[in-house]
């Protein structure tokens, strides 16, 4: 009998894939997962800690899962960044906890489960300098997504004063390309369509690596996959964005014509106490070299209202930004202290209804953009992959853009997979309408 395993995920691209890895894996331990907790003999609630919500979440959903404990005898288990942070704090603070598995420490899953058969409560949060932890356990058959995440990079060197990634992920590590690469090969011929590079600041791939290929030309070996029809990636820093890769777009067919570009502020002053490491300048420069390459590229971005210190003109130059840009859709995050960070330090704080009314305002003005960034794409065909049945309407399938847009539109479930050119009929808030153009 299989068993079965259900895994709460919290955050992050990143932590999604994590996710997709552990599952893998422990499907070569005959585990299944469940979408029902209530039946699962393995409970994994995979965190995050970049801001203080996502923290919180943790521990109630760890009460939630009590009762498990108690009535079936599941394993409950904590990853990902509060794992990595807490430590054996957790298992200090959770009696009903079993596993406390870090950020470098997927890969040695397996061992941890059997030390837990022995009646261990295991915590592994040590460095993992090899950088095992970034391999992805095989699928046994083809699968039915369409699209998937490759991690090719995890950690980051840049130590915003703002962040805890660089705490909780490390430094960056790159994943060899041989890997990244058979893994695709693998994806490819598993039926995925569509991959989307992972790492914090994919840019920096190969960086400090003498012998390893740097991020556009990974690009360009990912391009030559048969099989693979899209590539996508996420996070490029905006200092690190290199005219090499800004040039990628216009030379890699598959590369989609999107890029997210988190900005986190408009003002100067702002940005130099976030220890961002360009200016407003230096970001509008590359946004314009970029849509003078690509014109139809989709940028969107992340952006931090309330960041200690931050006045009325540094939000207002926030604002003048955004217009400036014209970003297809916007992250915004109220600031968040985190404990260990530089800013967390500052003694300047914004108080929170200042936060949430600037936090307001910008999301109001970004919903004006996006709507109208959508209805540009009114009256155009465009090629969209299907993904699946949409959840509109019965007789609806739905897919995105090159630019990441999702389209609806009525389609046969035969459509799933398949690039297919759409007629954009009407434009929404949140997501685009069309019907399919017959070849005559
Ligand atoms: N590496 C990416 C970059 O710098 O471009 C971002 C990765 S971070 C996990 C995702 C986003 O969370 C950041 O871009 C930032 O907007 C937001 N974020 C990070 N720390 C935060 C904090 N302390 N408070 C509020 N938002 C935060
Ligand atoms: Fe955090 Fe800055 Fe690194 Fe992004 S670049 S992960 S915001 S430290």
């Keep these: ?194 991959v989307c590079l992972l790492g914090q600041n994919v840019n920096s791939y190969g960086k400090g690596v003498a012998e390893e290929l740097d991020f556009p030309e990974l690009l360009s070996r990912i391009n030559e996959i048969e099989g693979i029809q899209r590539i996508r990636f996420t996070t490029s820093h905006p200092q690190d964005l290199s005219e090499g890769l800004i040039q990628a777009f216009s030379w890699l067919d598959k590369l989609c014509e999107h890029i997210h570009l988190p900005f986190q502020s408009g003002s100067d002053r702002v940005l130099k106490r976030m220890h961002r490491g360009y200016t407003r300048a230096s970001y509008l420069e590359k946004v314009d070299r970029l849509k003078g390459v690509c014109p139809s590229i989709a940028i969107t971005g992340d952006v931090i209202v309330g960041f200690p210190g931050e006045e009325e003109e540094d939000f207002e130059e926030t604002l003048s930004l955004m217009r400036a840009v014209r970003f297809d859709d916007l992250f915004s995050f109220k600031y968040s202290p985190r404990k260990g960070t530089r800013a967390a330090q500052f003694e300047d704080r914004v108080e929170e209804k200042v936060k949430q009314k600037r936090l307001s305002i910008l999301q109001e003005l970004q919903r004006e953009i996006t709507y109208q960034q959508n209805q540009v794409l009114e009256g155009r065909v465009v090629e969209v992959l299907v993904e699946g049945r949409s959840k509109q309407g019965d007789q609806d399938v739905t897919g995105r853009t090159r630019s990441n847009k999702i389209v609806n539109f009525r389609g046969d479930i035969d459509f799933v997979g398949r690039l297919t050119p759409v007629h954009i009929t009407k434009a929404y808030q949140h997501s685009l309408r069309g019907e399919i153009v017959r070849s005559s």
């Design 1 to 194: 009998m299989p068993r079965r395993v259900y895994i709460e995920t919290y955050g992050c691209q990143m932590n999604e894939d994590d996710s997709d890895r552990i599952l893998r894996l422990l499907g070569d331990l005959n585990y299944v997962e469940t979408k029902e907790a209530d039946q699962a003999d393995l409970v994994l609630i995979n965190t995050c800690s970049v801001r203080e919500k996502p923290e919180h979440k943790v521990y109630s959903a760890l009460g939630r899962y009590k009762r498990l404990k108690e009535r079936r005898g599941a394993i409950i288990g904590v990853a990902g960044c509060v794992a990595q942070q807490e430590g054996e704090k957790l298992l200090d603070r959770v009696p009903y906890l079993d596993l406390v598995i870090g950020t470098q420490a997927i890969h040695l899953l397996p061992q941890m489960l059997e030390r837990i058969e022995k009646q261990e409560r295991v915590c592994e949060t040590g460095a993992d300098p090899e950088g095992k932890y970034l391999t992805a356990p095989r699928f046994r058959k083809p699968q039915a997504r369409v699209k998937s995440y490759v991690t090719i990079m995890q950690g980051c060197d840049h130590f915003c004063s703002f962040c805890i990634v660089p705490y909780v992920r490390g430094r960056e590590k790159t994943r060899p390309s041989r890997d990244v690469l058979e893994e695709v090969n693998h994806l490819a011929d598993m039926g995925v369509k569509e």
